[in-house]
Antibody, heavy 123, light 111 residues
């Protein structure tokens, strides 16, 4: 079955760190770019980070740049998001999402999503 | 505040048609044919319903259709069914350095 399964969410104090994982199955993981998209409570979706299929190209939104790092291990079919210096406004459900090609340019949509993992930043 | 504007809620009876609007600017919706729509049932994974304004992925019912006029994109669902009750989000490529922008979501209620 083609699916994405996020894990690693939880409660963390402001200034703390957390690493999210997204396990992919049912498709050739290394052939597709991946992204992290988040949804704060009561808000809309917000794209945060993207990585190419090979992992040689990454891109982060200004809201997370310098604090979050996206990476992938194609041998483990797993996507990661290392989140440092967390703030209360980072509280959200984090979704991993698959792009339709190995690079995101010219294909500006997400064709597969996971169910998400909740990150709560609070003291 | 989300970059794209959607109505907070819409409703319709089974069998009817509804349309959800998504308004942006010439830097996103109006400037490119890269609008996509996602269906999200609570506690489930969001699902791609429409990409590049009007294209349906394999497996998506032809009751779902997309269109665009100027800076506003629309998702139309015809022959409403109870299973269509969900949140719907639009998204677009944007020429800003964010690349992807989303709407705030529309809750569809099937009466």
């Amino acid at each position: 079955e083609v699916q994405l399964l996020e894990s690693g969410g939880g409660l963390v104090q402001p200034g703390g760190s957390l690493r999210l994982s997204c396990a992919a199955s049912g498709f050739t993981f290394s052939s597709y770019a991946m992204s992290w998209v988040r949804q704060a409570p009561g808000k809309g979706l917000e794209w945060g980070s993207a990585i190419s299929g090979s992992g040689d190209d990454t891109y982060h939104a200004d809201s997370v740049k310098g604090r979050f790092t996206i990476s992938r291990d194609n041998s483990k079919n797993t996507l990661y998001l290392q989140m440092n210096s967390l703030k209360a406004e980072d509280t959200a459900v984090y979704y991993c999402a698959k792009h339709p090609r190995s690079r995101w340019s010219s294909y500006w949509y997400f064709d597969l999503w996971g169910r998400g993992t909740l990150v709560t930043v609070s003291s | 505040q989300s970059a794209l504007t959607q109505p907070a809620s819409v409703s319709g009876s089974p069998g009817q048609s509804i349309t959800i609007s998504c308004t942006g600017t010439s830097s996103d919706v109006g400037g490119y044919n890269y609008v996509s729509w996602y269906q999200h049932h609570p506690d489930k994974a969001p699902k791609l319903m429409i990409y590049e304004v009007s294209n349906r992925p394999s497996g998506v019912s032809n009751r779902f259709s997309g269109s665009k006029s100027g800076n506003t994109a629309s998702l139309t669902i015809s022959g409403l069914q109870a299973e269509d009750e969900a949140d719907y989000y639009c998204s677009s490529y944007t020429s800003s350095n964010t690349y992807w922008v989303f709407g705030g979501g529309t809750k569809l209620t099937v009466l």
